[in-house]
């Protein structure tokens, strides 16, 4: 079993250009970055959850998922005419592990939450895709 590589990603302040930036943990616990601490906006540093989505992408804390796979609560009306229904939220770290819920349609969190990473499972997943992240697409966590 493979151990999962611990990477990380922040966002450089606009007046130093607003770029991501990604770096790895290297095998002593350091981590370079290029930007300088104080060229960073606050908050953005987020950690890789060791899980891609179903387009290979890398997800991060942060980053907004769209999932198919999860059941809604009976009394949602997003699947109406036989659509694929589909609900989207944002990814967190608590009590350690990352989680992932959302909210219905109606405003009502979907319940129990979803731990996203599982030590030894290695093959993006099918069922989520990232369509964007918390501090570039905040529009996304209203729908």
Do not use: C
């Not at 350091?30 to 387009?55: H, M, P, V």
């Not at 405003?107 to 990232?130: A, C, F, M, Q, W």
Request: proline share 2%; net charge neutral.
């Amino acid at each position: 079993m493979k151990n999962r590589i611990i990477k990380f990603r922040r966002r450089a302040r606009e007046s130093f250009g607003g770029e991501w930036e990604y770096a790895v943990m290297d095998e002593l616990g350091y981590i370079i970055w290029r930007f300088a601490s104080d060229s960073i906006e606050k908050g953005t540093l987020t950690e890789y959850i060791g899980r891609e989505d179903k387009n290979g992408k890398e997800i991060y804390e942060g980053d907004i998922l769209r999932a198919f796979r999860y059941e809604l609560p009976k009394n949602d009306d997003w699947s109406k005419n036989g659509e694929k229904h589909y609900h989207q939220g944002d990814v967190y770290y608590e009590d350690g592990m990352f989680l992932f819920h959302s909210k219905t349609k109606n405003g009502e969190k979907i319940t129990p939450r979803v731990g996203l990473y599982y030590k030894g499972e290695e093959k993006p997943s099918n069922d989520l895709e990232v369509i964007g992240n918390k501090f570039d697409n905040s529009e996304l966590l209203k729908k």
